[in-house]
């Protein structure tokens, strides 16, 4: 059985820090992209980043680039997004999704297992 489990969610001031860490059970780590995705209160999921298999690509929102990192540990079946420069619009529950491929479109259809969420309330 699949689970893909998030952490290191938390409360943070407007300028601070977070890691957040997807750890993945059950699943071939290394043959899937993985993507981070954000659901703010009252708004509709969007991705945020999303990396190959292999590490080679990364994609970002234009909303996060220059402050947030998406990187991996296939050896260790996580991925990582460490965001700097948090801003109060930052505030969501993250979501992190395996899939076949680094995309953000129709994320239902191209990720295949998902965590619960890790929630991220950057205060101003």
């Known amino acids: 059985q699949v689970q893909v489990v998030e952490s290191g969610g938390g409360l943070v001031q407007a300028g601070g820090s977070l890691r957040l860490t997807c750890t993945v059970f059950g699943l071939d780590f290394d043959e899937y992209a993985m993507g981070w995705f954000r659901q703010p209160p009252g708004k509709e999921r969007e991705g945020v980043s999303c990396i190959t298999w292999g590490a080679h690509n990364q994609d970002y929102a234009d909303s996060v680039k220059g402050r947030f990192t998406i990187s991996r540990d296939n050896a260790k079946n996580q991925v990582y997004l460490q965001m700097n420069n948090l801003k109060p619009e930052d505030t969501a529950v993250y979501y992190c999704?395996?899939?076949?491929?680094?995309?953000?479109?129709?994320?239902?259809?191209?990720?295949?297992?998902w965590g619960q969420g890790t929630q991220v309330t950057v205060s101003s």
């Open positions: 999704a395996a899939g076949a491929v680094c995309v953000f479109a129709n994320a239902d259809e191209e990720y295949d297992y």
